[in-house]
């Protein structure tokens, strides 16, 4: 890590003077950003809102998302999904994810030129559920620390690129841990994953278990997030890294990269992009990399 190991917390949560989500942004700004987002810091723009004007602010209800994770909206084709409400009430929404889907391209492109070319938008999601105390599959919780990583939707070695906004009306934060660094992660992790059996990638895509085929990279990636989840010793000795987003803010992490779980907060925006390693400007810090380092095999194509 470059920051000093005295503040083992806010080491990994690095303040970025970014207030506008429109506008040039001076070079060393876009250096500092690469790098610390390359190195596994999580970017941190505290005065920069995602702000819903007052007819907008009629979403902010728990109900809307129906009791799921996420209401999603795919950028490519316009669609909603995940949300219950009447058609004014979807217009609306539909709106703000689409302002919030174009306001964060806009954000990476002035903060990340570099990455212009090989950035890839994909969903993006409005989050009305508490997270603190919510039911789910031990798969499925996020409150536990965890990589990201996608069991239908393969990445092949891609890198997964998200962007917060907490736009909590009555001020509550988001609190997230920030664990391990990734190399730590690995190695603790990595050997408890077997091999794939030969054909068992295409298997699972012949069964649509998976939408596309799945790299060995994948299946490693996703034996990271379940051994992490499953481990409850291990979750129970990660007590450090506590950050709380205020609302109001705005953050970018690697969250392939960045051990994290979310234990509190309601209503937040968020945005996913996915980056070939090739487009970053040190590949070796990529998880595809440094797996591979560890296995000594190339794990994609
Ligand atoms: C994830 O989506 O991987 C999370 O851990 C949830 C983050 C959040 O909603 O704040």
């Known amino acids: 890590r470059t920051e000093p190991a005295s503040s083992p917390v806010l080491s990994d ?3 970025l003077p970014v207030d506008s989500w429109a506008g040039p942004l001076p070079d060393a700004v876009q250096d500092k ?3 610390c987002l390359e190195g596994g810091h999580v970017l941190f723009m505290p005065a920069l809102p995602f702000m819903l004007t007052g007819q907008e602010r009629e979403l902010l209800r728990p109900d809307l998302g129906g009791g799921g994770k996420n209401i999603s909206y795919d950028p490519r ?3 909603l999904r995940g949300c219950e409400a009447d058609e004014a009430t979807l217009a609306l929404l539909q709106d703000v994810m ?3 889907a174009q306001h964060s391209l806009e954000l990476l492109h002035r903060l990340l030129p570099h990455y212009r070319d090989g950035l890839r938008q994909a969903r993006t999601s409005y989050r009305t559920a508490e997270i603190a105390g919510r039911q789910t599959s031990w798969r499925k919780d996020d409150t536990r620390l965890h990589v990201d990583s996608f069991p239908s939707s393969p990445t092949g070695g891609e890198r997964i690129l998200r962007v917060f906004s907490n736009v909590n009306p009555s001020g509550a934060g988001r609190l997230w841990r920030v664990g391990q660094p990734f190399d730590a992660v690995a190695e603790r992790f990595l050997a408890r994953v077997g091999r794939p059996f030969a054909g068992k990638h295409r298997l699972m895509q012949a069964l649509h278990i998976t939408k596309s085929l799945r790299s060995d990279y994948d299946h490693y ?3 990271l997030h379940d051994g992490m989840k499953a481990d409850l010793p291990y979750q129970a000795s990660m ?3 506590l950050f709380e987003f205020p609302a109001g803010s705005t953050w970018i992490v690697y969250t392939d990269q960045v051990s994290h779980a979310a234990l509190k907060g309601q209503y937040v925006f968020e945005q996913t992009f996915h980056l070939p390693v090739e487009s970053m400007a040190r590949p070796a810090e990529s998880p595809l990399r440094t ?3 560890l296995v000594a ?3 994609v194509g």
């Open 13 to 15: 949560i690095v303040a």
């Open 33 to 35: 950003a690469t790098a």
């Open 77 to 79: 084709n316009q669609r």
């Open 98 to 100: 689409a302002r919030y």
């Open 221 to 223: 990636m996703l034996g």
């Open 239 to 241: 007590t450090d890294g």
């Open 291 to 293: 797996l591979e380092r």
């Open 297 to 299: 095999r190339p794990l």
